[in-house]
T-cell receptor, first 114, second 111 residues
Framework: DSGVTQTPKHLITATGQRVTLRCSPR?????VYWYQQSLDQGLQFLIQ???????AKGNILERFSAQQFPDLHSELNLSSLELGDSALYFC?????????????FGPGTRLTVT | AQSVTQPDIHITVSEGASLELRCNYS??????LFWYVQSPGQGLQLLLK??????LVQGIKGFEAEFKRSQSSFNLRKPSVHWSDAAEYFC?????????FGSGTRLSIRP
């Protein structure tokens, strides 16, 4: 158990809908990262927050957005969902920001868009 | 361009045999290097990391990796694999706040 929790574990929704994925980092970790893992794209970094502020952006679509709240939990919002958004979404946390810190991954949320 | 290459998509080894998973990176300086393992239906777990110093690093579950600057490689090794090692293995490097993962190598274990 990494100490990172993600809810829900599974999510099934229809095209065009909007969903919110939630992540609680390890106690004391200030950085939160979001990743998308799919069979064709592999593991793709989406976005990072550090202590409530956006720190780095990866391959995140404009239909997707995220935020980190004062209690350091984070939410990833996916809107106007398409079939191709079906994937595993992972959250990870680290104590600080910077390349020297390993990331601790949550168990993921499996999103299925029908 | 910064990248991580894992040339082997799928490897099958016999239980008890030795293992080496390859990883090459492209980056202008010495990056921070990691190996993660992902069991089916699970998140990624850190096996080991290299920042500086001794180029041979020891990790959990009996794994080790060797950093070779001249070859831009960070290969993962284990002298004797167990059936429980069957999983997907990801090499990654980070610089500043960006981390780049390789495409992964799926390891199967032959009884």
């Amino acid at each position: 158990d990494s100490g990172v929790t993600q809810t829900p574990k599974h999510l099934i929704t229809a095209t065009g809908q909007r969903v919110t994925l939630r992540c609680s980092p390890r106690s004391g970790d200030l950085s939160v990262y979001w990743y998308q893992q799919s069979l064709d794209q592999g593991l793709q970094f989406l976005i990072q927050y550090y202590n409530g502020e956006e720190r780095a952006k990866g391959n995140i679509l404009e239909r997707f957005s995220a935020q980190q709240f004062p209690d350091l939990h984070s939410e990833l919002n996916l809107s106007s969902l398409e079939l191709g958004d079906s994937a595993l979404y992972f959250c990870a946390s680290s104590p600080q920001t910077g390349g020297a810190y390993e990331q601790y991954f949550g168990p993921g949320t499996r999103l299925t868009v029908t | 361009a910064q990248s991580v290459t894992q040339p082997d998509i799928h490897i099958t080894v016999s239980e008890g045999a030795s293992l080496e998973l390859r990883c090459n990176y492209s980056y202008g300086a010495t990056p921070y290097l990691f190996w993660y393992v992902q069991s089916p239906g699970q998140g990624l777990q850190l096996l080991l990391k290299y920042f500086s110093g001794d180029t041979l690093v020891q990790g959990i579950k009996g794994f080790e990796a060797e950093f070779k600057r001249s070859q831009s490689s960070f290969n993962l090794r284990k002298p004797s694999v167990h059936w429980s090692d069957a999983a997907e293995y990801f090499c990654a490097f980070s610089s500043a706040s960006k981390i780049i993962f390789g495409s992964g190598t799926r390891l199967s274990i032959r009884p």
